[in-house]
């Protein structure tokens, strides 16, 4: 009865709890995101309707949507090397500590390019669009995803949170935040696997939605 048992473990990670942070991880959601721009010009120069690739791709001989994959994971790998050296510059130039291991950052950085080209790819696959509207679409909503998840104003995620907590867990920019502020805070990587399920499936979702609307198609004229 008179002993005494300490039922607390401490326990020390390199977790940064700077509420500044967050605007770095918004920042790489948003330069992920941005990939967008060039998936919409994979998907554009696809329809013989909006290019005059578009057109030779539409009388070759070869599969349409292994093209497409082709140039989308050429667009891929580009955007994700100039995104990792842009994260390398803050985590080991700027000294930025994001809290997480880099290679933890590599992965989001990859899984954030294919949804950012995803995105592009079907809002390009949409026929009947310049592409100036097509582009101010995907600027506006790059950066209002990121908006809501915090890019310009830090408590934006908590006040959703409280309010409308599912736009949380749908929202692609904040789900790629989470994957950082989770394990930064809690070091836990449960959370972050919930999260690229979710991302998973909204790039799943996009691709199909684009291959379905730049499926070969007949023409009258162009």
Same mark, same amino acid.
């Given at each position: 009865?008179?002993?005494?048992?300490?039922?607390? +473990?401490?326990?020390s /990670?390199?977790a940064?709890?700077?509420?500044?942070?967050?605007?770095?991880y918004?920042?790489? &959601?948003?330069?992920?995101?941005?990939?967008? @721009?060039?998936?919409?010009? *994979?998907?554009?120069?696809?329809? &013989?309707?909006?290019?005059?690739?578009? &057109?030779r791709?539409?009388?070759?001989?070869?599969?349409?949507f292994?093209?497409?994959?082709?140039?989308?994971?050429?667009?891929?790998?580009?955007?994700?090397?100039?995104?990792?050296?842009?994260? &390398?510059?803050?985590?080991?130039?700027?000294g930025?500590?994001?809290?997480?291991?880099?290679?933890?950052?590599?992965?989001?950085?990859?899984?954030?390019?294919?949804?950012?080209?995803?995105?592009g790819? %079907?809002?390009?696959?949409?026929?009947?669009?310049?592409?100036?509207?097509? /582009?101010a679409?995907?600027?506006? *909503?790059?950066?209002?995803? *990121? %908006?809501?998840?915090?890019?310009?104003?830090?408590?934006?995620?908590?006040?959703?949170?409280?309010?409308?907590?599912?736009?949380?867990?749908?929202?692609?920019?904040?789900?790629?935040?989470? =994957?950082?502020?989770?394990? =930064?805070?809690?070091?836990?990587?449960e959370?972050?696997?919930?999260? #690229?399920?979710?991302?998973?499936?909204? =790039?799943?979702?996009?691709?199909?939605?684009? @291959? #379905?609307?730049? +499926?070969?198609?007949k023409?009258?004229?162009?």
């Open positions: 009865m008179e002993q005494e048992t300490n039922y607390i +473990r401490s326990e /990670n390199s940064n709890y700077d509420p500044y942070v967050q605007y770095f918004n920042l790489l &959601a948003m330069s992920g995101l941005f990939g967008s @721009m060039m998936g919409m010009y *994979c998907a554009i120069n696809h329809q &013989a309707n909006l290019s005059a690739l578009g &057109a791709v539409e009388i070759s001989p070869v599969s349409k292994g093209d497409i994959i082709s140039s989308l994971i050429a667009t891929l790998l580009i955007h994700n090397i100039f995104l990792n050296i842009a994260s &390398a510059y803050l985590v080991y130039i700027l930025i500590k994001f809290g997480v291991p880099f290679w933890v950052i590599i992965v989001v950085n990859l899984l954030s390019s294919v949804l950012g080209n995803s995105l790819c %079907f809002i390009g696959s949409i026929g009947g669009l310049k592409d100036v509207i097509k /582009n679409i995907l600027l506006a *909503c790059s950066l209002g995803l *990121c %908006f809501l998840s915090g890019l310009m104003f830090g408590g934006m995620r908590l006040l959703i949170e409280e309010s409308f907590p599912l736009f949380n867990r749908i929202n692609p920019a904040a789900l790629i935040v989470d =994957c950082f502020y989770s394990l =930064c805070v809690y070091g836990s990587y959370k972050i696997i919930s999260n #690229i399920a979710v991302l998973l499936i909204w =790039c799943a979702l996009l691709l199909t939605g684009s @291959m #379905i609307m730049t +499926r070969k198609r023409y009258k004229s162009i």
